[in-house]
């Protein structure tokens, strides 16, 4: 074959590969947006965000953009394989289809040679295969809501269809564009005389691409032109993803002068490690209670509803919140106390921990004693309301005195495991203690943390009162007394409890101060927790264990 054939021959299989790509793309789009069905390239990226060392995790939200940046890098990077993919097997597909043996074999089916078709064939099943293997951790997830059993079917389903999608569509694709002569006669000979002798279908003559010029010609654009088409409404399913993204709420705090004791629904911090967080259905949603059980369980929303609930106040802080900072947040959550679940389906000899499963794909685990903490609930109300989608609908648990990331959302099973199990993030290296050190911080007036740390915008003002307010939180512990020092933490003081709340929940505190001198002070605050525990000026940053210490603020007096 001449050079110049062959380029164009290559440049055909180039041109259906990249269809196929898109056709494939579409497909995934379709099952992500429709059926919850997380596509390789997100896939791909959960799957190795937990495989990450926490420094190399920070290190790649600095060189990305933060967190945001680097799921944005994720997805892209998955697009780019599986067009650079698209187009490498496209590429070997026209190499093999036009090898000479290729050419030379009698029977083309459905417009391939045997050699074309094997390629395609063991392509699609060494890439499913491989994918499922390797993902399997993920396969679990499905952002509509189908508990793991049924969403690891749905999720190798999908990417079973997505990939033999590709292979026909690659198959009709370069078949169309590369026309043949004695194509036909392949065709009729191969179907006809299925089991006859094959020196009958040997003398046919043997199909063969027709000249350059026409193959890169108008069939060529058409095939463009019908790729274009199919990237049309992967582009808007895409978009529509993208609106939906949590980019303008992952990591949002909830700080400042203006919070309250109960934080609205909208407002309460949000942390999540999705791109689009998952839109359960409600119909489709299941919460399996398996493992170390007699019995496992699966319990619809309506099952779950009718089972008796508590209602109680609880506050959630992420591991990630700086002292001074507002990834946390506190609401009144009702559901079903997970023993009940538990219980229900007989918890055997030897549980250690729960492992929590949600439609995200993501995991997390805590002892099974916490788990049979009546505090320990499947909670579907907020306030009052349903949960949010990026609060967990339809169900969360909730884990008092557990950092924020051990309140599964969008949980879909429970399972009773034997051993110290490691969720997304603790693999990271988080933990492994994840109880919430005792911390108390102020709010207001306006706090500033720049380099030369914290302080007060504003000055205060010689002879004048200014109420000064902080939150505190111990967990599950409780707080009993807040104190506040002016002198940097050598003589403390009373401070006034203004909204209590639980021990389960944060506090506020106030304090009044009309300083007597002009100057430059150190303002602080201690906490003393239900067991008697005086809060310890031990800073530690939030790597592994969350961060702990004094908030230390600056604050000038005016004369
Ligand atoms: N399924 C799932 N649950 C999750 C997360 C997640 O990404 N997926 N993030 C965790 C983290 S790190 C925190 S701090 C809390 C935040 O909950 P919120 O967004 O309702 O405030 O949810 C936790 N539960
Ligand atoms: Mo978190």
């Not at 074309?116 to 491989?130: E, K, R, S, T, Y």
């Not at 307010?469 to 002198?487: H, P, W």
Request: a positive charge.
């Amino acid at each position: 074959m001449r050079v110049g054939r062959r380029i164009s021959l290559l440049g055909a299989g180039l041109l259906a590969g990249l269809v196929a790509a898109l056709l494939m793309t579409l497909l995934m789009v379709v099952g992500r947006d429709w059926l919850g069905i997380s596509p390789p390239p997100e896939a791909v990226s959960d799957r190795l965000a937990p495989t990450l060392d926490i420094k190399t995790f920070f290190d790649l939200f600095g060189k990305y953009g933060g967190y945001n940046g680097l799921k944005k890098f994720g997805i892209r990077s998955g697009l780019e394989g599986v067009f650079g993919l698209g187009a490498v097997m496209g590429i070997l597909y026209a190499a093999i289809a036009e090898s000479r043996r290729s050419r030379a074999a009698s029977r083309w089916r459905i417009g391939s040679s045997p050699y074309g078709l094997l390629f395609v064939g063991i392509g699609a099943a060494v890439l499913w295969i491989g994918t499922v293997i390797f993902l399997w951790p993920v396969l679990a997830a499905n952002f509509r809501g189908l508990p793991p059993s049924r969403a690891r079917l749905a999720s190798a389903g999908g990417l079973l269809i997505y990939y033999v999608g590709y292979g026909l569509t690659l198959i009709a694709t370069y078949r169309f564009v590369v026309r043949r002569v004695g194509r036909q006669a392949a065709d009729e000979s191969s179907e006809t005389d299925e089991s006859a002798e094959p020196s009958a279908a040997a003398t046919v003559p043997v199909p063969a691409p027709v000249p350059v010029g026409q193959i890169i010609g108008r069939r060529a654009v058409a095939a463009g032109v019908a790729g274009a088409l199919l990237a049309l409404p992967s582009y808007r399913l895409l978009q529509r993803l993208y609106d939906r993204a949590a980019f303008s709420y992952d990591g949002r705090p909830y700080s400042g002068p203006g919070i309250q004791p109960i934080a609205p629904n909208d407002a309460f911090y949000s942390v999540t490690k999705n791109v689009v967080d998952p839109n359960v259905t409600k119909s489709f949603w299941r919460l399996e209670i398996t493992g170390l059980v007699d019995q496992s369980k699966r319990f619809s929303f309506d099952d779950l509803a009718s089972l008796p609930t508590t209602e109680q106040e609880t506050t959630l802080m992420c591991i990630s919140n700086r002292i001074g900072a507002g990834l946390f947040s506190n609401a009144v959550w009702k559901g079903v106390p997970l023993r009940d679940l538990l219980t229900a389906a007989g918890v055997k000899k030897g549980a250690v921990e729960v492992k929590l499963h949600a439609a995200d794909g993501y995991t997390d685990t805590f002892a099974i004693e916490k788990a049979m903490e009546p505090a320990t609930l499947v909670a579907y109300l907020m306030n009052g309301e349903p949960l949010s989608e990026k609060h967990g609908y339809p169900a969360r648990v909730i884990v008092p005195g557990l950092f924020g990331e051990k309140n599964v959302k969008w949980v879909t099973s429970i399972e009773v495991i034997d051993h110290d199990g490691k969720g997304f993030y603790e693999q990271q290296g988080w933990g492994p203690n994840f109880t919430i050190p005792t911390r108390s911080d102020f709010f207001a007036p306006q706090t500033v943390l720049d380099n030369s740390g914290f302080h007060f915008r504003d000055p205060f003002k010689l002879n004048q009162a200014t109420t000064l307010c902080g939150r505190t939180f111990a967990g599950d512990r409780g707080v009993t007394k807040v104190e506040i020092s002016l002198d940097g933490g050598t003589s403390w003081l009373p401070t006034r409890i203004d909204y209590p709340g639980t021990h389960l929940t944060w506090s506020f505190w106030s304090y009044v101060w009309r300083p007597t001198e002009a100057g430059m002070y150190q303002v602080t605050s201690r906490a003393t927790d239900g067991t008697g525990a005086v809060q310890k000026d031990d800073a530690r940053d939030i790597v592994p264990q969350g961060a702990s210490g004094y908030h230390r603020l600056a604050a000038r007096v005016q004369g």
